[in-house]
C-alpha cells in the first residue's frame, strides 16, 4: 500500500509542473477547435438535408466532408484545463483578467511580441510576469487539487 502512495505522489509532482500546464494549456486550445459552436434556435437546418449523399452518378449527389470532433478525454481536458485558468485569482496575481487572457493566448501560440503589442508591455516584462505567475500557478494546484479528482478527470493517466 505504501508503494501505491509512493506512485501517486510522484504521479501527481510530475503532474503539477509548470511545463505540464503549458501543454495542458496547448491541447486545451487545440481542443476547442474541434468542439462544435453553438447554433441559434431558429437557424435553418436545411444544409442537414444536403448531407445525406447518394450514389455518385445521382444528380444531387453530395459529397459529405471529413469533420474532425472533439472525444470526450480532450473535452474533459479542455474543462480540466478552464478551471485551471480560473485558479488564477488574487492571490497569485495583480491583474487577473490580464493574466489570464495572456495564458490562453500564450496556448493559441502568439508569439511573445504579438502578445506585447496587445497588451502595450514590454516583451521580457510580459514573459517574466507569465513565468512568475506559472510557477504561483503550479504551486497553488500542488496545494489545492487532490489526486483523486485529477484521476477522475482522466488528466495524463
Known sequence: MEFMSDIYAALKDQITT?????????????TERFISKPRHPGA?????????SYDENDMGYYK????????????????????????????ISKDTILD???????????????????????????????????????DKIRKEIKFDNLNKLLYLI
Open 64 to 91: 459529405k466532408e471529413l469533420k474532425l470532433t472533439a472525444t470526450s478525454k480532450q473535452i474533459t481536458r479542455w474543462e480540466f484545463a478552464i478551471d485551471v485558468l480560473l485558479l488564477i485569482k488574487p492571490d
Open 100 to 138: 489570464r487572457q495572456l495564458f490562453w493566448m500564450r496556448a493559441n501560440r502568439f508569439k511573445w511580441t504579438q502578445l506585447a503589442r496587445h497588451f502595450y508591455i514590454g516583451r521580457t516584462t510580459l514573459k517574466n510576469r507569465y513565468e512568475k505567475v506559472l510557477y504561483k500557478l503550479a
Open 44 to 52: 435553418p437546418s436545411m444544409y442537414d438535408l444536403i448531407t445525406t
Open 18 to 30: 509548470a511545463s505540464q500546464i503549458q501543454i495542458l494549456l496547448a491541447d486545451a486550445a487545440r
